[in-house]
């Protein structure tokens, strides 16, 4: 059997740490269950690289990229010392790129971000229901408001005007929507067989079970919003079984924080889904238990693209405190998607032991936050 070839991209600030723990990880699971999976470890897309080079990547990335069956990435920024403004903008404005290069070079066009609330981990809301909150954010990836058109006329002068383009196609739109609904027909399938059928804000009558909620600003942006309603109407009509329902953006963050555990799949642009994936990262434990990945669901012979939500975490980088549990239950949905489903379980079933285990500990001992380095020892010890 060939192996299947990955690329660890360790990037900046705490990426490099949280891949380390991934290795470690994934170098127990290759051996405990015999995986056929190797790999190599890039020090581009970094700002390190960018030091010495004067680039984030190499010219020809992409195509190197084109060799591996999956990309697993740390995060991208500058980790310096954000108190000169100048630095930190420069090394954004140069670490942004490949980020966005890589998901449309690489042509992933949906991103997909779970937000489950595990047991142990940091619950913020107060409201028990809080512990029912599974929903998943599949954001677009490929466009909207990501397009980087535009530019700033009469710069710096009192007359300055920027613009920053907006483009979504109908292609784009309906795939991502289709998407959406094939992934709340398996959720539903899956309740089915457990015998647990909930429900969700719905503006369709009587349904349970399974929701796609569509999330526009069609009120202020009608000219998406309206395209975007229109397909998600025509789609929906071919899954009678699947509950519907529309928020306009700014409603919606109110509902993810008064009522998170009332939504299911939600559907949104490039922005939208960036901003609500914060949001939802911490109603289900923080960005330190937030999994992420870039995906092509229509074509499996590129390589995905998983990296947590979080970024670079400037202001802990280097301290040894990040948590590398959103890495590793990103490295899971890796698995899962490269067919190795035993092995991804294991992993998920010990991030989520170790949360549990922790939060007895802590409420026994009123124990302190624990390193990168404890938490992975824990959940290298939680692995069956
Ligand atoms: P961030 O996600 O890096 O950090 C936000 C806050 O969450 C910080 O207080 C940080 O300490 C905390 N945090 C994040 N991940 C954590 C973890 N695993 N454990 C413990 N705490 C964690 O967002 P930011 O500060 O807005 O961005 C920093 C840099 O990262 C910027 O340059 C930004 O562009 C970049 N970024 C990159 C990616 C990516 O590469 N995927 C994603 C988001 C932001
Ligand atoms: C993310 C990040 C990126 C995004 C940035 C770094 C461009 O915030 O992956 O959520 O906005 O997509
Ligand atoms: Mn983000």
Redesign the pocket.
Known sequence: QQPIKLALMP?D???VE?VAAAERVLDTLRQRYDLPLSWDTLPWPSTAWHREHGEMMPADALERLGDYQALL?G????PGPTSDPKRYRL??GV??AP?LTFRKGLDLWACERPARLLPGAPQYLADERAKDIDMLVIRENSEGEYVNQGGRLRAGTPDETATQLEVFTRKATERLIRHAFNRARERLTLREQDGELREYLCDRSGLKGAQVCLITKRNAQPHWGEMYTEVFEQVAREYPDIGVHHELVDAACMKFVQCPWQFDVVVASNLHGDILTDLAAVLAG???VAPSCNINPDDKSRPALF??????????AGQG????S??LLTTAMMLDWLGLADAAQSLRSAVAEDLQAQHRQSQEQNSGARTTDEITQSILGHLS
């Open positions: 990037g600030g705490i990426g949280v990435l995060a991208l920024g500058d090394s954004d670490s942004l980020l923080g960005l330190g990296e947590p939500t979080h970024g670079s975490a400037p202001d802990i405190i990040a948590n590398p959103a890495m």
